[in-house]
């Protein structure tokens, strides 16, 4: 794949605190790239280094090729984007807004209007006032805006803030059509991890300021252990039984008997134990990781080593 976005060795420094420490990461064409992190870790900050509207302290950012630094209007001319909510005129329609919007770029026409109208799906409202639009509806009309001039990168910061499920379905569908279809770079920053696990296909993990993780979704959610749910008798013995095996292993008391990670080929060695310890073993089934726990695991990890 080839890459759109190379951030490199980004620093930034607001009133003596280093905000954003050494980032360095790319984002490919035809992606979606979920840029995750605590409140405060630096998310938006990274936006907003992205799209011009904060300076970079130190390192530099290219967008297809040229440099958010030295060549910012070459380099901004290939984005679209929404930093938080996007703003409208809602005294005017909705085809006014796109109207008034594309008259500050070149070459816009009726035809584009039109066509990315439809593709967000506003056609049968385009022309009613803004005022009279739901949240999702707005979050629709300005992924419209930052379409219209046909933009190799997409960045979205928190697009499905305050939407409904269906809004939020409908705003994920679109992303990974663009990705698809489109062959756009979307890089999405969200706090719905549960949304970010349907719509990304990689995601960077940041947290104060430094770049934690680059992975594919599915390996980062998979990681390297498996959890499986073991249905036992006596349940807290059961939990001594395996903690002898693995002292440093978490393993968790449930209802039915015992959670643990473990690799596969630990399986028949964690059964013989049980049994000739006389336990008394009812199932073992593969629990499936989310993106939270993994998410929750490596940032709560994290945090630990940084304040040890």
């Not at 509207?53 to 984007?81: C, N, P, Q, R, Y």
């Not at 569908?173 to 999405?188: F, K, P, T």
């Amino acid at each position: 794949m080839s890459k759109i976005v190379e951030i490199q060795n980004v620093s930034k420094i607001i009133k003596g605190r280093k905000i954003i420490d050494s980032l360095s990461f790319e984002v490919n064409k035809g992606e979606v790239f979920g840029f995750l992190g605590p409140n405060g870790a630096g998310k938006t900050t990274t936006i907003r280094m992205l799209v011009g509207l904060i300076s970079i302290t130190s390192g530099d950012i290219k967008i297809a090729g040229h440099s958010v630094k030295t060549d910012f209007e070459k380099a901004v001319g290939k984005v679209g984007a929404i930093v938080e909510n996007p703003e409208m005129y809602k005294f005017l329609s909705g085809y006014k807004n796109l109207l008034h919007y594309a008259r500050m770029s070149k070459d816009i026409k009726k035809e584009k209007i039109d066509e990315v109208v439809k593709l967000v799906g506003l056609t049968d409202r385009i022309h009613d006032k803004v005022k009279t639009y739901s949240l999702g509806m707005r979050q629709r009309l300005g992924l419209a805006q930052a379409l219209l001039h046909d933009p190799e990168l997409l960045i979205l910061d928190e697009p499905t803030n305050g939407l409904d499920p269906a809004g939020i379905r409908e705003i994920r569908d679109h992303l990974r059509m663009l990705a698809r279809e489109r062959n756009m770079a979307v890089i999405v920053s969200s706090h719905l991890l549960s949304e970010m696990e349907m719509m990304c296909d990689r995601i960077g993990i940041i947290q104060t300021g430094k770049l934690v993780d680059v992975q594919l979704i599915s390996d980062f959610v998979q990681g390297t252990e498996k959890v499986y749910e073991i249905e036992v008798s006596n349940n807290k013995e059961a939990q001594k039984c395996v903690k002898g095996l693995f002292p440093d292993m978490t393993v968790q008391v449930i209802e039915k008997g015992i959670v643990a990670p473990l690799k596969k080929e630990d399986i028949p060695l964690v059964m013989k134990e049980l049994i000739m310890a006389d336990f008394q073993i009812y199932g073992v089934k593969e629990v499936s990781k989310t993106l939270e726990d993994r998410f929750l695991e490596v940032t709560e990890n994290k945090e630990g080593a940084l304040h040890a």
